[in-house]
């Protein structure tokens, strides 16, 4: 494919525009900041000259490229990417440098020299030897997640634009807040998508296709202990904070854990603690493969919770579970083509498949069961939420050619 791309140039000005979600935060977006990137990519997709071009309210955004097949049938298709990057490392001042020709050398960051990104440490990087590496500049994370995925479809689109002799069907583009802490699809309008099947461009390792992830769940737990005066607290006061602290410690050690855990296996991990005396909150999320084992790791979870206050008369405890996401492979068991046309869209721009499950969810878990199929296709971002994160711009490349071969197989088999 003879294309000037511009993924690498859109990626860079990408990330450079601070997303980062708020995770404490109530609004939506979490974070009013958002809404800058969520502005320029309106604008970007109104110079393409795309149709229906849209920002709501809530800072989606929203495009259609129109079909050009003389085909009527032909299902529609939208492509997603998040705009916010994780409040797990500041994503605040981001200064992208393009290591050109990487040599395989450790890549020391020239604004903290502590951080030293190695082929050791991340060994996917020992194979893109020669490639063009982008990385952060040592003090903030990257945001090629997953501002990598935006950049793939906006290229993409352009791609469409500049080559009308490439038949395809209807493509809706959508960009989403708030992915980063599990809200991504919440003030979502599923008529404005107005879409058939989807897929998000959301994933890792070139070649990498995800048809499943974990089931999630939340956890909140609130303990009520006794206040009184601690000078004449004897054999009155009940200190909350204790009582979380000791659930707390009742966890597995060797088990049920994200440092403990790999592959198929869930977990149940503690994300915050916070309280006083007479109340104190232990916030946790749950995790598997298997949507039926949630439930086995919350009755545990609250048999631990009774345990800590059956020796503390008076104190009492909430327990409260809400749903977050489920495996997508329930809903993706019964349109196998929506992933299979994608192995073979990859197989055709000369890249090996790898149909990989995530240790996580995306907004693609959420649409799946909103009424859009939705896999989560390779972006080659790398070491996310982490000052080491970097992407191949080659990868987007080919995350780019991909999306072309995979818009001409649906058109094919309308």
Sequence with gaps: MSYNFSVENRFLKYVQIDTTADPNSESFPSSIKQKDLAKELYQELIDLGLDEVEMDEWGYVYATIPSNSESKNIPTICLCSHMDTAPDCSGTGVKPIVHRNYDGNPITLPDDNSQVITVERHSYLKSKIGDDIITASGTTLLGADDKAGIAIIMDFAQFLVQNPEVKHGKVRILFTPDEEVGRGVEKLDMKKVNADFGYT??????????DETFSADAVKIVFNGISAHPGYAKNKMVNAIKLASELVGLLPKDRWSPETTSKREGFVHPVSIEGGLEKATVQFIIRDHETSKLAEYENELERLANRVIEHNPGATFTFEVSEQYRNMKEILKDVPFVTDYAVQAMEKVGITPNRAIIRGGTDGSRLSFMGLPCPNLFTGEM???????????????KAVQTLVELIQIWEKHR
């Design 201 to 210: 461009l959301d994933g890792g390792q070139l070649g990498d296709i995800e």
């Design 383 to 397: 070491a996310i939420h982490s000052k080491h994160e970097f992407v191949s711009v080659q990868d987007m490349q």
